[in-house]
């Protein structure tokens, strides 16, 4: 079982930065891949970022060069890093590992 606890979420004008956070707990959280997802009111719920227990990381293009997602093992900590942000990268952005999702945190870029 893996409980995952997103944070960070709200408002910030188009341009600004924002930095989400996840707390996991459960199992051991260094060998598995994370992700961030985000969902948008029209969209279908998409990957943003992975990052593999080894530390391999992929992007989505939407957000390469812009978006950077870490993780402290030592912490249980998972992290996405955004900058430059843009009014389409409003949404409510998930954490995921296999089959465990966190509540969710809204991520409003106001143009």
């Known amino acids: 079982q893996v409980q995952l606890v997103e944070s960070g979420g709200g408002l910030v004008q188009a341009g600004g930065s924002m930095r989400l956070s996840c707390a996991a707990s459960?199992?051991?959280?260094?060998?598995?891949?994370m992700a961030w997802y985000r969902q948008t009111p029209v969209d279908a719920r998409e990957l943003v970022a992975l990052?593999?227990?080894?530390?391999?990381?992929s992007y989505a293009d939407a957000v390469k060069g812009r978006f950077t997602i870490s993780r402290d093992n030592a912490k249980n900590m998972l992290s996405l890093q955004m900058n430059s942000l843009k009014p389409e990268d409003t949404g409510v952005y998930y954490c995921?590992?296999?089959?465990?999702w966190g509540q969710g945190t809204q991520v409003t870029v106001s143009s």
């Open positions: 995921q590992s296999g089959a465990f």
């Open positions: 459960g199992s051991v959280f260094s060998v598995r891949t």
């Open positions: 990052i593999t227990g080894s530390g391999r990381t």
